[in-house]
């Protein structure tokens, strides 16, 4: 009897943690990597170390830009800002550069 009683306890303690973690998500709009994001250019290129381009997904709505500084320093632009649009559009249309 003891047993049953342990059992229920615990899992409903399974489904409260669960259930909270689920009304988190949904409430939230999902886990996405930027909180803020700015339509501006903050840094150089030399500063540049990676940029990552994240899609729309199941866990965050958004399309993230992430650049990665080689200071350590994360900045997320904003991909509806006419100037952080018209840079990429200026990387897509340039021609790739190869060294000898």
């Not at 399309?63 to 350590?72: T, Y």
């Amino acid at each position: 009897r003891r047993m049953v009683y342990k059992l229920i306890v615990a899992l409903a303690v399974v489904a409260l943690t669960y259930f909270s973690v689920f009304a988190e998500l949904t409430m939230n709009g999902g886990r996405c990597s930027c909180l803020r994001t700015t339509d501006k250019i903050v840094f150089g290129p030399n500063q540049l170390k990676t940029i990552e381009i994240l899609p729309a997904s199941a866990s965050c709505e958004n399309v993230e830009i992430i650049v990665n500084l080689k200071s350590g320093r994360q900045i997320c632009l904003d991909p509806n800002a006419s100037q952080i649009r018209n840079i990429f559009q200026q990387l897509i249309n340039s021609p790739l550069e190869t060294s000898n």
